[in-house]
């Protein structure tokens, strides 16, 4: 794959994306927040949730990373059914959009500034 060129909208871009931002998230919090636990969660249907954060005394944590620069609120749509069924959670997306705003329930941040609320 090294010798694939990167290019934005590709299920090869977003891949590269999602696991650069889940080994970020998980680095920060090997130095900052020791005690997180990260899994993933997928459901029979295929309903997925890229990270999913247990933080002793607080609530769990729900992320989806998404590699556009403009999510909307069809890009959320099957993890708010998801999270319906979870209960009381803290549910966030992080992506390459430039401002942090919400859709519906869900914040959406810029990645970066998601991962430094977070994990910093």
């Given amino acids: 794959m090294l010798s694939l060129k990167i290019i934005k909208s590709t299920s090869y871009f977003s891949e590269l994306f999602e696991q650069f931002v889940v080994v970020e998230c998980i680095k920060l919090s090997n130095y900052f927040k020791s005690e997180y636990k990260f899994s993933y969660l997928m459901t029979e249907s295929g309903v997925e949730i890229d990270l999913v954060v247990e933080r002793p ?3 769990l944590l729900l992320i989806e990373i998404k590699s556009t620069d403009s999510v909307k609120k069809e890009d ?10 979870l209960g009381e959670c803290e549910v966030v997306c992080f992506s390459r959009d430039s401002r942090k705003r919400k859709i519906g329930s869900i914040t959406v941040f810029p990645w970066k500034q998601g991962i430094k609320k977070y994990f910093s």
């Fill in 57 to 59: 005394g607080e609530k």
């Fill in 76 to 85: 959320l749509s099957s993890m708010k059914k998801l999270v319906r069924d």
